[in-house]
């Protein structure tokens, strides 16, 4: 199985300051049909996930352009220009290049 | 807009069943993978099991292969997963999802005595 590992656990950030997450994959999530399929969800407090971000840099639609993805082969980032009130919550990686699909432990962001 | 509505969560006692559904709207059902993610108390996603849109194409993860079962019933636009042998460990919000795109709101399952 693929092990999605996160960092930071927890991100404290100032309204308007930038936040950076990071996901580790343990072995590429290149796919065979040359898509990498990594995305990018959000949580907020009490709600379903929502995708943002898809193939590692792709935004999902009604997605405000502040989030962005990036990174390549086991590295990837979710960055937040500035951070409003409405990005709290937790966020997570996952992989769907191969069954099972597997997810990052989440990462809480929280307005300092 | 896309709609994932899921039904059939409740209370059941160790060693029970239970029948989730997803009702699917807003999109062409029957083209794409459909996913079960589940979420424990306090805990992060877990993927639970998927289906394929072609025949006979389903995943399931070790904690419930065996146990579990996903089927969809594409004229009616629903996805299902029949669960059996429940245990504590199971208890979680059971989300579905289409190719982990669109998310439902989540079914509370909880396997308790």
């Known amino acids: 199985d693929i092990v999605m590992t996160q960092t930071p656990l927890s991100s404290p950030v100032t309204l308007g300051q930038p936040a950076s997450i990071s996901c580790r994959s343990s072995?590429?999530?290149?796919?065979?049909?040359?898509?990498?399929?990594l995305s990018w969800l959000q949580q907020r407090p009490g709600q379903p996930p929502r995708l943002l971000i898809y193939k590692i840099s792709n935004r999902f639609s009604g997605v405000p352009d502040r989030f962005s993805g990036s990174g390549a082969g086991t590295d990837f980032t979710l960055k937040i220009s500035r951070v409003e009130a409405e990005d709290v919550g937790i966020y997570y990686c996952m992989q769907a290049s191969q069954f099972p699909l597997t997810f990052g432990g989440g990462t809480k962001v929280e307005i300092k | 807009e896309v709609q994932l509505l899921e039904s059939g969560g409740g209370l059941v006692q160790p060693g029970g069943s239970l029948r989730l559904s997803c009702a699917a709207s807003g999109f062409t059902f029957s083209s794409y993978v459909m996913s079960w993610v589940r979420q424990a108390p306090g805990e992060g996603l877990e993927w639970v099991s998927s289906?394929?849109?072609?025949?006979?194409?389903?995943y399931y993860s070790d904690s419930v292969r065996g146990r579990f079962t996903i089927s969809r019933d594409n004229s009616k636009n629903t996805l299902y997963l029949q669960m059996n042998s429940l245990r504590a460990e199971d208890t979680a919000v059971y989300y579905c999802?289409?190719?982990?795109?669109?998310w439902g709101q989540g079914t509370l399952v909880t396997v308790s005595s």
């Open positions: 072995q590429s999530l290149v796919h065979s049909d040359g898509n990498t399929y």
């Open positions: 999802a289409n190719s982990v795109i669109s």
């Open positions: 289906l394929g849109t072609s025949v006979g194409k389903t």
